[in-house]
């Protein structure tokens, strides 16, 4: 073995050894040392943070108090307490809505609803939250984003907990396969050729829905709204589909489709 080739595997057992060493460094701090560091970097890495923490927190006993009973009980924080401003203080406290089966805009299905079936199918079988992480992941890599949004970080915990203990392996299953689907289609903005065609008409009858609240929906005004190329998939398919994810169908007789649209574009930033 020439010198060169003993510098280079050593150069990069060393950057190895490094990472190992800072990460078992930081592990092994004190939980309260640890939480200081994160403090620090989090009021760093965020202007909000700071200007709220020098400005307001550090000169305002108001806010102090209220932020001491925020702490202790958060229920107990009236929306006009003075820690930020009343839009922001809803922002913050709120919690994300339940998902209430039949109660939505979308034939019964909320926004997230519809989203996490577009999410779904673009998946192809792959564990959805997978497959939102990893695009999410791939995207802020691309970004040149160096540090965790965050409003990640608590999604990214839970996954990878969950990821770490599944001993059937199909979540590290469908992350390899997530992985590799995008790293095939770096080179281009992903679409529903991307999805297969069992998927992308379903994709496409979801974004009709979510661009058209409504309590119900007519079988034939859904048909009517795919493009032209899946104007083969039969109404019993639709239906079946409907009544598969919850989506409130209008059986009143009589009632005729709306009329076609052949321009069947579908946004990318509803695909991708």
Known sequence: MTKAQTRKRRDAASAEDDRIARFLYEATLPEHAAEARHFVKFCRNSLFIRAWLFERFAKKPATQTAFRQLLTDSAGIAADAPLWSPHMTQKILSEAP??????????????AGI????????GGGMDVMTFLLVRLWTRLAASGHKDVPAGFLDAITAHWTALASDPSGRLVHDFLRAVRFFDERSDHVIGEADFGHTNSWKIHLLVYILDHPKPHYQVGELHAKLPPKYRRVDRRSIRQFCKEHGIRRDQKPGERPAPADDSGALGTNRDD
């Open 98 to 111: 339940r998902q209430v089966v039949g109660k939505g805009p979308y034939g019964g299905l909320s926004e």
């Open 115 to 122: 989203l996490a079936l577009i999410k779904r199918f673009q």
